[in-house]
């Protein structure tokens, strides 16, 4: 194997180099200035803090109903991942089994047409069905994210679930396991990697969905979730960018956590898709 050569290796590096400074450099503007006055941030979005202040953290957390918002966020992300990792493979080991039935199949392109369709085009329609249907509040936020998450993860999961051996399934069958058993007992941890894949994506998604929310939730602002939160620092007249940015890193601190943590999962969830045949 021909080695790499000292150029490529400064240009690679270079690029590398180049690429943490475009990616950590927003990052790094929103947290210093989440310690500043907007005094202090006029002066300039990079420079360090004259004095490091927590003012801002400390009028976000006790005066903005900031924990009733987190609250609403956390509702709506947890229940509706622990609906969408029972929903979908269940329904696309169904599909994935009956395949060779019309219906299923039939079913199967159904669903999966949804991911052709831009999320503008079905905006309105789900806004009025929702209205008429009495579900403007955080009910109806969870019932769409679960439906709109089913054609991703269909998507995912029939193709990795046919390419899974019948022999298992068949000799679990031998030691009596019934159709529920295979399920839960088998299929549920051979699509483990997959399956954890589809919760992370979708938690960042639920967690920093801001269109879905303001269509749906801004009747009141108890049903508020952190993004609806965070625009109302924006008037028209007026911007207070520290306080924004701190409420978008304190926002941002969660998901940065889950991805951390669950990153070698969707690699591992990616690679074992693209493996199996």
């Known amino acids: 194997m021909k080695k790499e050569g000292l150029g490529w290796r400064i240009a690679r590096d270079i690029i590398i ?19 500043k006055d907007l005094e202090q941030a006029s002066k300039g979005f990079f ?21 009733t918002y987190a609250k609403n966020s956390t509702i709506i992300s947890v ?11 269940a329904i696309s080991y169904a599909i994935a089994r009956n395949f060779h039935k019309k219906y299923y199949k039939a079913v199967y392109f159904y669903i999966i047409l949804g991911l052709f369709v831009p999320f503008q085009v079905i905006m309105l329609p789900l806004t009025k ?35 899974l051996p019948l022999e298992i399934e068949e000799a679990a069958r031998i030691d009596g396991c019934n159709t529920f058993q295979v399920f839960t007992k088998i299929i549920w941890h051979l699509i483990g990697p997959m399956l954890a894949t589809l919760v992370v994506m979708d938690v960042l998604w639920f967690w920093n969905d801001f269109m879905l929310p303001l269509l749906l939730l801004n009747k009141t602002q108890d049903y508020w979730t952190l993004p609806l939160f965070q625009y109302n620092f924006k008037t028209e007249y007026s911007f207070n960018y520290t306080m924004a940015f701190t409420a978008y890193f304190t926002c941002m601190f969660p998901v940065l956590v889950v991805y951390a943590i669950g990153q070698k999962h969707i690699i591992a969830g990616l690679t074992a898709g693209a493996v199996k045949s």
């Open 17 to 35: 180099l180049l690429g943490l400074i475009l990616i950590l450099a927003p990052l790094y503007i929103v947290i210093i200035n989440t310690f």
């Open 47 to 67: 420079l360090f803090p004259e004095q490091w202040k927590f003012d801002n953290y400390v009028e976000l957390f006790t005066k903005n109903n900031f924990w």
């Open 79 to 89: 229940v509706a991942i622990i609906l969408v990792a029972v929903i979908n493979p």
């Open 129 to 163: 069905i929702m209205t008429n249907m009495n579900l403007l509040n955080i009910t109806g936020l969870i019932i769409l994210y679960v439906a709109l998450s089913l054609t991703k993860g269909v998507f995912m999961f029939v193709n990795y679930i046919q390419s």
